[in-house]
């Protein structure tokens, strides 16, 4: 019996090892024809013959941030390359984004590869951009964010240390977010918040973007930065300004 019972737990293993190796491979399949699906379109939308998507409201876009994972920040030529179709779309503002500030290390070699392209601290506020080839930069990291934290939390401190000594009732010690997001102006760091947010990496998270500016932002993962493709590109923007938003800005 015991022979038996150990040649049956033997034939359930084995089948259960077949199972999932029969589960893994329709998967594969099942992504990997999604994959081929997602590059046809792509060429398609490249090429022009998808028509709809050349009808890009673009003015809704007013600010895109872009997420490279770290490892992939190293590869300049990809970033430009992105870069110059996004301003063949007609996208006027971006801010590239990456945990270690590869992409701002490197921006004085990106701004030379891109023509009329300008800082967004440099750029001159009162007068809006016109050219269509024009397009404003901001570059920032994680220790942007980190640093923002800490100076708003010392300000915000000091605050709460005046009202202390001034004998101010409990509830006007209290912090809203508000509070947070004047603090956040006073030391410099309340940036714009970005309509759109693409990744391109592994991971499909924002990579420490800071959260106070993207509390209303469209966060799309984009997939690795060696495979990028124009018209996935083209489809994402289109897909954000086809959306309906209900909230007030």
Not at 141 to 167: I, P, W
Not at 176 to 199: C, I, W
Not at 204 to 225: D, K, N, Q, S
Request: proline share 2%; charged share 25%.
């Amino acid at each position: 019996m015991q022979k038996v019972y150990y040649q049956f737990s033997q034939i359930g293993s084995l089948g259960l090892q077949l199972l999932w190796h029969l589960v893994h491979l329709i998967v594969n399949l099942w992504y990997f024809a999604l994959g081929i699906a997602a590059a046809i379109e792509s060429c398609l939308i490249s090429s022009g013959i998808l028509k709809r998507y050349k009808a890009l409201n673009i003015d809704q876009l007013r600010y895109l941030a872009i997420v490279v994972e770290s490892e992939e920040a190293f590869h300049i030529l990809k970033i430009i390359e992105l870069l110059r179709w996004l301003v063949d779309i007609g996208v006027k503002r971006v801010c590239l984004y990456d945990v270690e500030g590869i992409l701002k290390k490197s921006k004085e070699s990106i701004l030379e590869k891109l023509n009329n392209a300008t800082l967004f601290e440099e750029a001159d506020k009162s007068n809006p951009l016109v050219n269509h080839k024009h397009i404003t930069l901001e570059f920032a990291s994680f220790s942007d964010g980190k640093e923002a934290v800490v100076k708003a939390a010392n300000l915000l401190f000091m605050k709460y240390m005046k009202l202390g000594d001034s004998g101010k009732i409990q509830e006007d010690k209290i912090f809203t977010e508000a509070h947070m997001d004047e603090a956040l102006r006073a030391v410099g760091f309340k940036g714009p918040e970005p309509d759109l947010l693409l990744v391109y990496g592994p991971a499909r998270c924002h990579l420490g973007f800071p959260a106070w500016r993207i509390r209303y932002t469209e966060i799309v993962h984009m997939g690795p930065l060696n495979s990028m493709r124009r018209g996935s590109l083209m489809k994402a923007i289109y897909r954000f300004t086809m959306v309906r938003q209900n909230y007030g800005k």
